[in-house]
């Protein structure tokens, strides 16, 4: 079963916009955490945010926050106030186990594209 | 943050040919090193996790005498991909985990290209 999905392989938005791209996960751990990385043309995985299994409230930084509804298992990114720069694969990853002592598991991205 | 470096950046090569890639932690110490490998429009799949000083633990399907990885150091990790095909084209990534429970970072790749 696929730990990470995300059900959206392209998703549009224009300048300035907000947009949320989507993440469900599924694990038994009580301890994980839940992470964002945004991967441009050049390849580069580019962190963006963390949310902690335990943590209660969403994590923000920036123009990125996380909607993390832990019963739905969900971790959706949203990104306000879209820049042309946004543009790129965003991939959604879970890292499960006491002291997230496990590897990463990826979700297989979503590719966003911002419109002038 | 901490930085992970990778070289060579993009290498191109001859079937048959052996090609090593080094996955290098500059400003900490790196217990654990991962290797990762990505088709094109796809996810990053976990090759092996490779700890300093043992043998790497590979992942299923990933053959461990194609894809020799050494750990020698605690700043050095390298992956070798042996008499190289074609089919091996991929973009290779590694990352780098301070500590046990420590946060990872990831290097900026590296692309091979298998003629």
């Known amino acids: 079963a696929q730990k990470i999905t995300q059900t959206q392989p392209g998703m549009f938005v224009q300048e300035k916009e907000a947009v949320t791209l989507d993440c469900t996960y599924d694990?038994?751990?009580?301890?994980?955490?839940l992470f964002w990385y945004k991967q441009p043309s050049s390849g580069e995985m580019i962190f963006l945010i963390y949310q902690g299994s335990y943590d209660e409230q969403n994590a923000t930084e920036g123009r990125y926050s996380l909607n993390f509804q832990k019963a739905r298992k969900s971790a959706n990114l949203v990104i306000s106030a879209s820049q042309l720069g946004d543009s790129a694969m965003y991939f959604c990853a879970m890292r499960e186990g006491r002291n997230y002592g496990q590897n990463f598991v990826f979700g297989p991205g979503t590719r966003l594209s911002v419109l002038p | 943050g901490a930085v992970v470096s990778q070289h060579p950046s993009r290498v191109i090569c001859k079937s048959g040919t052996s090609v090593k890639i080094e996955c290098r932690s500059l400003d900490f110490q790196a217990t654990t090193m991962f290797w990762y490998r990505q088709f094109p429009k796809q996810s990053l799949m976990l090759m092996a996790t490779?700890?300093?000083?043992?043998?790497?633990?590979?992942e299923q399907g990933v053959e461990k005498d194609k894809f020799l990885i050494n750990h020698a150091s605690l700043t050095l990790s390298t992956l070798t991909v042996t008499s190289a095909h074609p089919e091996d084209s991929s973009f290779y990534i590694c990352s780098a985990r301070l500590g046990g429970a420590g946060e990872q970072f990831f290097g900026p790749g590296t692309r091979l290209t298998v003629l």
């Open positions: 490779s700890n300093e000083g043992s043998k790497a633990t590979y």
């Open positions: 694990t038994s751990d009580q301890s994980y955490g």
